[in-house]
């Protein structure tokens, strides 16, 4: 099959390009930036934005199924420049929609984000079916409107879709400004971890490489026009993943900062229908994750190019952009 995935250069889409490769399909990167562990003359490459038609377009023409990863994600960049985040959030999603719908497309994988559940009234543990309350967040915001897109494109046109919505990422090629691979950062140069809050905060973290498979499992012909969660099965407050990289790195001291603003709070998410229809379940716990990520910095101390040659095998690099909200 061949498989467009926007945002293939990025922290997931990279991973998810890897998976492809592995699974026998054939993957076409969709990004503004070529890939540092992809080359073109390796994986087909179609640069231009996301919300550029005649390049989406292009970019979706002979392909069979599109995976959709491509967002402003760091969700201290959508605050700052909303409208950026509207254009490429909202209209590249709708693009891509209706590119899809004029080509041979069999699936359009969205990928969505746990935040949606933010507030939500539903009891515990939080199914795909919970009832959502109105966003807080922007970011929260344009990432539910894709997925009314994605349904209403498959009313109204026929394009299948799949939605995913991501647990907190973490693991080799994250930026360095997400919240594990700073505070590794800042402990390996022995320097205190600033907590917002009082720490108690939780998320659901999942391994990139655990979520990667779980976004290609989203292909599968029983993932058609559902929804999933793809979420690992712990529940880690803010000061258990500063606790978790002092034992992993250095034991450094903790500060506590003021709550970031529209800060979302989110109960335990249940991931038993990804396991149920698609067979994907989490296989590695934080702390088996964040040695990892040591490990990998260790290995190639974070250079792109120091892994390009094994990109399959998990080996990574540092890319700054496009990766599903921290925190």
């Known amino acids: 099959m061949k498989v467009l995935v926007t945002g293939g250069s990025g922290f997931i889409g990279s991973h998810v390009v890897d998976q492809l490769l592995v699974a026998g399909h054939e993957p076409v990167i969709f990004d503004f930036a070529q ?17 550029d038609r005649d390049t989406a377009w292009r970019a979706v023409h002979g392909c069979d199924a599109i995976i959709h990863l491509a967002a402003v994600a760091d969700v201290s960049d959508v605050v700052a420049d909303p409208l950026r985040a509207d254009r490429t959030n909202v209209h590249g999603t709708q693009i891509i929609l209706d590119a899809a719908r004029h080509g041979d497309i069999s699936r359009v994988v969205y990928g969505s984000t746990v935040w949606v559940y933010g507030d939500s009234p539903g009891e515990q543990p939080l199914d795909e079916g919970a009832p959502l309350a109105l966003p807080a967040h922007f ?58 809050g009082d720490g108690r905060q939780t998320r ?57 603003p529209a800060d979302v709070h989110i109960g335990y998410i249940s991931g038993a229908r990804a396991k149920a229809d698609l067979g994907w379940e989490p296989q590695t716990p934080f702390l088996d994750g964040v040695r990892r990520y040591v490990d990998w910095l260790a290995t190639t101390n974070g250079s792109p190019l120091a892994d390009t040659a094994s990109s399959i095998d998990g080996s990574a690099a540092t890319v700054l952009r496009q990766e599903s909200a921290e925190l």
Do not use: W
């Not at 087909?44 to 919300?51: E, F, P, S, V």
């Not at 973490?170 to 140069?189: H, K, M």
């Open 35 to 51: 890939s540092v562990h992809h080359p073109p003359t390796e994986v087909k490459t179609i640069l231009g934005d996301i919300a």
């Open 139 to 196: 970011y929260t915001a344009t990432k539910l409107a894709g997925e009314m897109y994605c349904r209403s494109y498959t009313s109204l046109y026929g394009t299948p879709h799949t939605i995913l919505r991501f647990g907190i990422p973490y693991g080799p090629r994250a930026r360095p400004a997400a919240v594990v691979p700073s505070f590794v950062a800042r402990a390996q140069e022995g320097k205190a971890l600033t907590i917002a």
């Open 204 to 260: 659901q973290f999942v391994y990139v490489e655990d979520l990667a498979a779980g976004i290609v499992a989203g292909l599968a012909a029983t993932g058609a026009n559902g929804i999933y969660n793809l979420v690992g099965d712990e529940q880690t407050s803010v000061r258990q993943i500063a606790d978790t990289i002092r034992e992993v790195v250095k034991q450094v001291p903790l500060v506590h900062g003021p709550e970031r």
